[in-house]
């Protein structure tokens, strides 16, 4: 079966460009496999300055290669530059706890990896370094930042720094089970929130122990997605000027209304409103959901171990509402705390993984759209749809939080799952739409305070 992606198609060519060679600096793919010596980055300082180890905290994502890659590369850049390092792979659904509890004790990492909801939260209390140096200098060796990344990353969002350098641009693509959608005669992606909800019923009612809608209503990252239905029904956080929550709102009245209607039912599993991060891509491997929306590593693992599964899996971009399509990019960045001794190594590690001999690899076997206009022509981009999808996203989605504006107050919005506890006052408690919606436009309220 052939995989299909729309409807992004515009491409668009560019080339790399080598600035500088790294002397005695390689990364390690695999075990015995080295990079070659003439590299972007620059090497680690001559007089190390910290007192301990640079400490490393990685985004573990659903891809065990790209985890691993990325903790030999750092370790070797490490032993080969007379650095003493630390990976230390966290939860990307437990970053914010881990980084809040780190705050408090002193302990935060010298780098690590992190979404734009929480660097705008640490950029705005001046917890993270400007590193619009090394911005500049990976930018202008490769082709130039995506204009919708370079957009997403403006300082004037962050308290006027660079918060941090992008790595990899994440972003949801609907995966749909087209082998038992095939059964009831469906052919194409649902092209609505509702005509999802609708197809979904029908080929529930086909397969039994499958549930049509594996996405999550829990307190995780995944279940924000939610915000952009909300959002293409017409709903919005906050007013124009990113001030005052109006969440309350017949628009979102409406799009409550067609999530309790799925959930009544049953279309989404009952441990839905519970699920770690991990839920989804779960439900969806184990044969347990039709519909899911994923950033991609569902595709990578159902590759490798399930190829039958793979091949009956398309893609599509995310559905349209009532009044427009949200389909949001979210660079992830790589930054640096203020608390960090000697922040020029960190700089010299982060420009070193920002390299095209180490990310080419990299992103073969994980998750993420490209950051710079040199990384468009990747193998990786061409390697599977679910990667060129990604890419397309990259170039034509919208800007995170759009139509609402991404500032301080959205990040702690969403950092606070406010629509999904929102979902499940209704479908857990048995709370009214009404009244859901007026506790979560409170919630709003007292957010959105805080930085007026």
């Known amino acids: 079966m052939s995989h299909s992606f729309s409807p992004f198609l515009r491409r668009r060519r560019t ?23 003439t590299l972007l980055a620059r090497k680690a300082p001559a007089v190390i300055q910290a007192s301990g180890p640079l400490t490393y905290w990685g985004g573990l994502i659903f891809s065990d290669a790209a985890n691993q890659m990325l903790t030999d590369t750092i370790n ?3 032993s080969d530059n007379g650095v003493e390092t630390e990976v230390v792979m966290i939860n990307q659904n437990e970053t914010n706890q881990r980084v809040s509890a780190a705050v408090e004790a002193g302990t935060m990492p010298s780098a690590l990896d992190m979404g734009l909801d929480l660097a705008l939260l640490l950029s705005t209390s001046g917890q993270l370094q400007d590193v619009s140096d090394i911005y500049d200098t990976i930018g202008a060796a490769q082709g130039g930042w995506h204009e919708s990344v370079d957009g997403a990353v403006a300082p004037e969002k962050f308290n006027g720094i660079r918060a941090g350098v992008p790595f990899g641009a994440g972003g949801n693509v609907l995966f749909r089970r087209q082998d038992i959608l095939d059964e009831i005669g469906v052919t194409e992606a649902p092209a609505t929130w509702q005509e999802l909800s609708d197809v979904a019923a029908q080929a529930q009612e086909g397969a039994p122990g499958v549930y049509g809608l ?17 959002q293409s029904y017409g709903g919005r956080i906050a007013d124009d000027e990113g001030v005052t929550c109006t969440i309350s709102s017949p628009e979102t009245m409406e799009f409550l209304e067609w999530v309790n209607a799925a959930w009544e039912a049953g279309l989404f599993p009952p441990g839905a409103t519970t699920w770690d991060g991990a839920g989804d891509n779960t439900a969806y491997l184990s044969g347990q959901a039709v519909f899911i929306a994923n950033t991609g590593s569902v595709s990578i693992a159902a590759q490798t171990d399930d190829p039958e599964l793979f091949e009956a899996t398309a893609y599509s971009a995310l559905p349209a509402g009532p009044v427009m399509q949200v389909a949001p990019i979210g660079p992830n960045l790589r930054a640096i705390p203020t608390s960090t001794e000697d922040v020029e190594t960190v700089k010299a590690l982060i420009e070193f993984l920002a390299q095209p001999e180490f990310l080419g690899e990299y992103y073969k076997v994980a998750i993420y759209g490209p950051v710079l206009q040199g990384q468009d022509e990747m193998e990786a981009f061409a390697s599977t749809p679910v990667l060129g999808g990604l890419r397309d996203l990259v170039l034509n989605g919208t800007p995170p939080g759009a139509p609402d504006v991404s500032n301080t107050a ?8 406010t629509v999904p506890k929102m979902i499940q006052r209704i479908v857990v408690d048995g709370m009214s739409l009404e009244e859901a919606m007026a506790e979560a436009q409170s919630s709003g309220e007292t957010i959105y305070a805080k930085y007026v």
């Open 15 to 37: 080339r790399r460009q080598v600035v500088g060679a790294l002397a005695g600096g390689a990364a390690a793919f695999s075990a015995g496999s080295m990079l070659p010596g």
């Open 76 to 78: 070797q850049w490490g």
């Open 410 to 417: 959205y990040a702690d919005f969403n950092s606070n799952f």
């Open 214 to 230: 594996g996405l999550a209503l829990s307190n995780v990252g995944d279940a924000n997605l939610m915000v952009s239905a909300l």
